[in-house]
C-alpha cells in the first residue's frame, strides 16, 4: 500500500470551499479530512474529533515544543493547529488527506512538505465574492470588510499553490478537484508501483 | 487565448494506444494530433496530411540542417519526425498537441520543452504485451521478437516520462488520460488567465 498524499486546500471566506468539498468527499472515497486540534471550549453541538479534536492549552504548547505541529495559529487567544502525528497516522493508513487552512498556515505546510499537492479554490471575480459576502446578511458590515480585506490578501498570495481552481459553477469546480487528485496519484503511486510488476 | 500545451506520449506497440487515443480525442475536443512528416513514399489509401506530411528527402534534410525538426529519426532509409514550425502554428491557435512519439523522439522533445507533458501507457504487465502480440497473428514471429525486445527496452526507460498510464481497462486508461489533460490546464492556464481578473 502506498502511503497516502498530503493535499493543501484553501480558498477566503465565502468562495464556496466547504460545498465543492462536500461534493468531493461524496466521490472520493480515498480521501480523509484532517480535523484541526484547538484549546478553544467546545460550542453547543460540537464533536470532539468531527468539528476539532478538543485538547488542553498545556497538551497543544507541549506539541508545539515537541515539533508535533505540523502548522498552527492564535486567534483570540485560543490556538488552532495541525498535529503532524495525526496527519502521518491517515497517510500511512493509504489516505489522502485534506487539510483545510489559511494561507499562512499553508505556506507553513509546503515548506514542510515539499510533496504536498497545493489548490486554491478563487471566485471567479472579485466582485463575486463581495456580493457573496454581503448578501449572506449573518454579519455585521465590520466582519464583512474584514473578510474582504482578508481575502483581498489571500488572493494576493495564490502563487504558492501549484493549482488554482475557480469556482463558478460548483460542479465544474468538484470536477476539477477530482481530476487534480486523479492526476497526481497516477504520478506519485504509478510507477513506483509498476517496477514492482515488471520484476 | 493561451498558448496550447504539448503532450508526449509513448507506448510499446501492442499496448492499445491507438484505441485509448481514439477515444481521449472524442471526449477532448481542444486535442490536436501532431501529423508527422516523413520521406518515404505514400501507400496506397494514405493520405497527406492526415497519415503523414509527405515531403522529400531534400526539404527534411534542408529542415534538419535548420533547426527546425523537433525530433526525427531514421528507418529503413527514410526519415520521419515532427515540424516544430507545425506544432507550433497549432499551438498557438490554442490547440493542445499530442505528439505520439517513441521513447528516443520522446526524450529529445522533452531535453527541448521543458515544459511538455509526458505520458506513458504501459500494459498492467510485461505478459499482457507479449500475449497481445503474439495472439495479433498478423506478423512473423521474427517481427514480434523484435517488438517484444523494444517494448522491453521502452518500458525501461518510463521515468523519463511524468505519468505512467496503465491500460489494463480501456476507459479507465482513457479518464486516467483525461484527468491528466484536466488538471495541467488548470495548473498551466488558470493563475495567468485570473490575473488578469483581479486587476
Known sequence: MNKGMLIVLSGPSGVGKGTVLEKVFEHDKNLAYSVS???????????????????????????????????????????????????????????????????????????KCSDAVSVFIAPPTFEHLQKRLTERGTETSDVINKRILKAKDELSRIDIYEYLVINDVVDNAVQDILAILRAERIKKYNKTNYRGVLI
Request: a negative charge; one cysteine or more.
Open 37 to 111: 486540534c484547538t484549546t478553544r471550549p467546545p460550542r453547543s453541538g460540537e464533536k470532539d474529533g468531527v468539528h476539532y479534536s478538543f485538547i488542553s492549552k498545556e497538551k497543544f504548547l507541549e506539541n508545539i515544543q515537541n515539533g508535533r505541529m505540523l502548522e498552527y495559529t492564535v486567534y483570540c487567544d485560543n490556538y488552532y493547529g495541525t498535529d503532524a502525528e495525526y496527519v502521518d497516522s491517515l497517510r500511512k493508513k493509504g489516505f489522502d488527506v485534506v487539510l483545510e487552512i489559511e494561507t499562512n498556515g499553508a505556506m507553513n505546510v509546503l515548506k
